[in-house]
């Protein structure tokens, strides 16, 4: 079993940066599909951004050009990095990784605000 804690959230103005971090407890490499997810009050959780094994990424069309996606195996870690933040990011941001289950990470705020 694999837990993930997502660190990084905060408060930041609009036009402001984040980079949030997903630690997982041991190696990501047999996770054959990481991502980011983000809820806001009233909304459907969404996929954010997402990773293969082989480094393909996909992003959500509200993000794109924006966030990056990336993570660091020998770290065990998965980063999304927020650029350009808007008021509409903020939500709850959870990381999952996926390997014969899917694992969620508790979630960390982000609130974009001047």
């Known amino acids: 079993q694999v837990q993930l804690v997502e660190s990084g959230g905060g408060l930041v103005q609009p036009g402001g940066s984040l980079r949030l971090s997903c630690a997982a407890s041991?190696?990501?490499?047999?996770?054959?599909?990481m991502g980011w997810y983000r809820q806001a009050p009233g909304k459907q959780r969404e996929l954010v951004a997402s990773?293969?094994?082989?480094?393909?990424?996909n992003y959500a069309d509200s993000v794109k050009g924006r966030f990056t996606i990336s993570r660091d195996n020998a770290k065990n870690t998965l980063y999304l990095q927020m650029n350009s933040l808007k008021p509409e990011d903020t939500a709850v941001y959870y990381c999952?990784?996926?390997?014969?289950?899917?694992?969620w990470g508790q979630g960390t705020q982000v609130t974009v605000s001047s």
């Open positions: 041991r190696s990501i490499f047999n996770f054959y599909v």
């Open positions: 990773i293969t094994s082989s480094s393909s990424t």
């Open positions: 999952k990784g996926t390997w014969r289950s899917d694992y």
